[in-house]
């Protein structure tokens, strides 16, 4: 793997890809089941972070979840 970027929330950021959407927000401190993903455009769901990968120049828009009252 070589150090490239993704584009995350409209920030560039760097990393090693390809990596899966799953380890990618492991390695930002980001619990899969607290966020939903975008990626290019299209929903991803939680099931599918272990698998579906990223390569750079991807575009991911991550909102987390939060619960209230």
């Known amino acids: 793997m070589s150090e490239s970027c993704v584009i995350a929330n409209g920030k560039p950021v760097p990393g090693d890809f390809p990596c899966t959407i799953e380890s990618f927000l492991h390695g930002r ?11 290019n455009g299209e929903a991803v769901p939680p099931s599918v972070f272990p698998d579906r990968q990223l390569v750079a120049g991807d575009r991911l828009e991550i909102v987390r979840i939060v619960a209230g009252g």
Request: no cysteine; aromatic share 0%.
């Open 29 to 39: 401190g980001l619990p899969p089941r607290s966020v939903v993903v975008e990626l």
